[in-house]
């Protein structure tokens, strides 16, 4: 079975990891939280590392 998140906003599964910018990513990074990215709605928002099996 994939493992797979929808985002947050717009419920879309095209989220992908995004690139860390700035202080607040390596902050949150410290607590195990990636930055995402959606490609449906092209929000940013964080998940915890290793929980992508949320499945609404
Ligand atoms: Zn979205």
Do not use: N
Not at 35 to 42: A, D, S, T
């Amino acid at each position: 079975m994939m493992s797979h998140a929808s985002c947050p906003y717009c419920g879309e599964h095209k989220i992908r990891p995004s690139m860390r910018a700035g202080f607040l990513d390596l902050l949150l990074e410290f607590f195990s939280l990636t930055p995402y990215r959606c490609r449906g709605c092209r929000a940013r928002f964080y998940w915890p590392r290793g929980r992508m099996r949320v499945v609404q």
